[in-house]
């Protein structure tokens, strides 16, 4: 089992920066997949992709989030960062660390709980 817990959100207004953080727990020996990574969901949209790190320190990203937003993960300390700059309004949502981890064999999606972000203008 892993265990995903994120911190770091409030209220900004736009321009302004956070910086969220996961930090992981559990059976996390290696990363599959995409690694580990952010999502947000805004309000009456589905949840999307933010950026993600993999295994080989890859890191990609949103398309309307690149240049603004920086993923980066401590290894010491198992966890994952994401310093966001430049906010805007359209930012506003819950942000979700998620992980992919291989268990048993197979690639693991896990979640964490959300935190959220809210930019105002």
């Known amino acids: 089992q892993v265990q995903l817990v994120e911190s770091g959100g409030g209220s900004v207004q736009a321009g302004g920066s956070l910086k969220l953080s996961c930090a992981a727990s559990?059976?996390?020996?290696?990363?599959?997949?995409?690694?580990m990574g952010w999502y947000r969901q805004a309000p009456g949209k589905e949840r999307e992709w933010v950026s993600s790190i993999s295994l080989d320190g890859t890191t990609t990203y949103l398309y309307s989030v690149k240049g603004r937003f920086t993923i980066s993960q401590d290894n010491a300390k198992n966890t994952l960062y994401l310093q966001m700059n430049t906010l805007k309004t359209e930012d506003t949502a819950v942000y979700y660390c998620a992980a992919q981890v291989v268990s048993g064999g197979y690639c693991l999606h896990y979640w964490g709980q959300g935190t959220q972000v809210t930019v105002s203008s």
């Open positions: 559990g059976s996390i020996f290696r990363t599959c997949g995409m690694g």
